[in-house]
Structure formats: structure tokens, C-alpha cells
């Protein structure tokens, strides 16, 4: 199976997302493979860049360097602080590989930890009714409607109410079909929800509505729902993760996770004893000795 995977970044966090490619290399259980990162233009330092060739050089495995022009994405700005602009980069897929079917997208906080091969595989290219492959978030999923009301979205709530908040996905792990997403004219589409305000994630959730696949919680494993009791990973009952995905699945997904996601403001790499903190670690400690003395 070939496979181009993508991740957006600026020079400040190129580490992170190299850790993010490295898993990603060496777990991910996809023999032909290549990845793009994608990066403002005259953006990264030479030492950036060293450091990417030295990965790339490790694994034998094609690193390119795509520069975006932001005029692209005109309007586009992150209210999150933890979430930095080239979050906005992925919604250029479509136009940026012409010649490709399809993607997978990773945002820098992920670390894949076993074979994505059943996510990547499971849709056939010759299916057009979906435009992107996700798993649900689980603050949209099994939030209430006040809850809803009181977030981030309430204008978006109010100004699309055919929203399906039971295919609300979190844009950090995308399969993206990018032959239907070019036909129907998607990132158009997206060009024009980001430019009245809207955010990445909510744009393509509207752009993409009702042509949304799902897939299992192994997918992107929202470490933020998780806690550490006694050294052991848990979730509760109560919590939204299990809310959304049973209580059956997230016990599979604490058991084997595929990629895990370090969404939100708490870090493996700026908050000690996160969950699954330590998967990370170790995939961090090879990109360190491949990048030594860089």
C-alpha cells in the first residue's frame, strides 16, 4: 500500500513533528511511504531542515518540504493558543497534491504507536460518497445542547443548524479523499468558511457533512479524556470519551492504541505524568539520537 502522509508546521515545532513522522515510520505498518510537511515560506532555519534530512536519511523514507503562501488562506487565523496558524495548511491538500487520490493528515501531537493500516484501508478509492475519515469528537459527540451553546461554536450552532453533531470529527488524524474533495470543489468551499471566521476543524466538518466516514477510537485516541490511577490509564464512566465510543472500545483502546493524540494545552513534553506520556518519550529519544549534534 502507498500512502503520503502530511503535517503542518512552523520552525518551532519541527521536533515535535518529527517525533509525530518518526511513529508514524517506524509503527505505522505502511511499506511505501512518503511524507510531506508543510511550512511558511521561508519559515524554518537551516538547522530545521538539517534535521529533517537526517530523519529522512535514517529511514530512507522521501521527506519533502512543501512553503505555502498564507495569501492562500487569506482570513484565516487561530483563536486557540495552543493551535498555531499552519493548522490552516491542510485544508490545501486537494490543490497542493494534484496528483493524488487521497492523504493522511496528522497534526504534531500525535504519536502512532501500532499499524494504521486498517484505518487507511478500510474505504475504497473508488468510493465517492465520502470526502474525509475521522473519529468523533467526543466534546461535540456527547456534549448537551447547553454545553454546546457555551462553546466555541455557539454562532457556528446557530448560523449552520444542519450540523451533524453525530459525525462531529476531531480534524487531527484525517484520511483525506482528495479526487472527491477536488470534484466537488471542497477546498473552495473551505476557503470560504474560514474567511467568516470559522476554524479549520469546524470548516471541514462543514464542508465535508454527511460525507463523513468514522472510524474506531484506536484512530485518534484523545489522551486529554484520559487519567493515570496507580500507574494504570483510565477513563471514567462518566467521562465523554466513553460517552461517545463504550465503554468496550475504549477499554480496546487503552489496550492497543494506534495513534495517540495530545490534543489540548497539556503536552508529554511540557506536563509530567500525562497517560501514554511515556510512548511518546520513547519515540522522542530516537529523533534525538538520529538528530544528535545537529
Known sequence: MSLTAIFATDDGFVFQTLVAASSLIRNGGINDLDV???????????????????????????????????????????????????????????????????????????????????????????????????????????????????????????????????????????????????????????????????????AINMACRGRIALADCRFNTPVCYFQLENGLVKCASDNKATQTFGTKAIQETIANPAILHFAGPNKPWNVENLPFAEVWTREADQVKEIIQGI
Not at 461554536?153 to 444542519?162: E, G, H, N, Q, T
Open 36 to 202: 510531506v510537511i508543510l511550512t511558511k515560506a521561508n519559515d524554518l532555519s537551516k538547522k530545521s531542515r538539517m534535521q529533517i534530512n537526517a530523519v529522512e536519511s535514517k529511514y530512507q523514507t522521501s521527506i519533502k518540504v512543501f512553503e505555502i503562501d498564507e495569501s492562500k488562506i487569506a482570513g484565516a487565523k487561530s483563536k486557540i493558543p495552543h493551535i498555531s496558524q499552519p493548522t490552516f495548511y491542510r485544508l490545501l491538500a486537494p490543490s497542493l497534491l494534484q496528483n493524488k487520490d487521497r492523504c493522511l493528515y496528522l497534526d504534531g501531537d500525535i504519536v502512532v504507536s501500532s499499524s494504521i493500516e486498517p484505518f487507511v484501508s478500510e474505504i475504497g478509492l473508488d468510493d465517492s460518497s465520502w470526502d474525509v475519515k475521522g473519529v468523533l469528537a467526543p466534546y461535540m459527540f456527547a456534549s448537551t445542547k447547553q454545553e454546546r451553546a457555551r462553546s466555541r461554536l455557539k454562532s457556528f450552532i446557530y448560523r449552520v443548524p444542519v450540523l451533524r453533531f453525530e459525525e462531529y470529527i476531531n480534524a487531527g488524524v484525517l484520511l483525506m479523499n482528495l479526487k472527491s474533495m477536488r470534484s466537488r470543489g471542497v477546498e473552495g468551499l473551505l476557503k470560504s468558511y474560514i474567511t467568516k471566521g470559522f476554524h479549520d476543524q469546524d
